[in-house]
């Protein structure tokens, strides 16, 4: 599966950014997908996952209750609702999927989008 990540852009401390990742190439509804981030020098960081049907989902603490994951199968797209930016999660976003199960650790998704750059001004 083919993915691309959409929806990046610069904001305010407590502003809001809609992320959007399509996918192509295979049958969406089969795969876990996450959403992930990495700030400059540091690791690749677990945000938010969800899976296949999109009934159970996942967050980093630092997000519960700030960012919301879902996706629309039959549009082939995940989202990534975010509220109450702080500038702490400045960062490139990648979205990831996997067949099987929704797991938090990164080197468990083998099909990665572009990223998209998420700033967050104080």
């Known amino acids: 599966v083919q993915l691309q990540a959409s929806g990046g852009g610069t904001v305010q401390t407590g502003g809001s950014l809609r992320l959007s990742c399509a996918a192509s190439?295979?049958?969406?509804?089969?795969?876990?997908m996450g959403w992930f981030r990495q700030a400059p020098g540091k690791e690749r960081e677990f945000a938010a996952v969800?899976?296949?049907?999109?009934?159970?989902?996942n967050y980093a603490d630092s997000v519960k209750g700030r960012f919301d994951i879902s996706r629309d199968n039959a549009r082939n797209t995940m989202y990534l609702q975010m509220n109450s930016l702080k500038p702490e999660d400045t960062a490139v976003y990648y979205c990831?999927?996997?067949?099987?199960?929704?797991?938090?650790?990164?080197?468990?998704?083998?099909?990665w989008g572009q990223g998209t750059q998420v700033t967050v001004s104080s």
């Open positions: 969800i899976s296949a049907a999109g009934g159970s989902t």
């Open positions: 990831a999927a996997r067949r099987g199960y929704y797991y938090t650790v990164p080197n468990r998704y083998n099909n």
């Open positions: 190439g295979d049958s969406f509804g089969n795969y876990a």
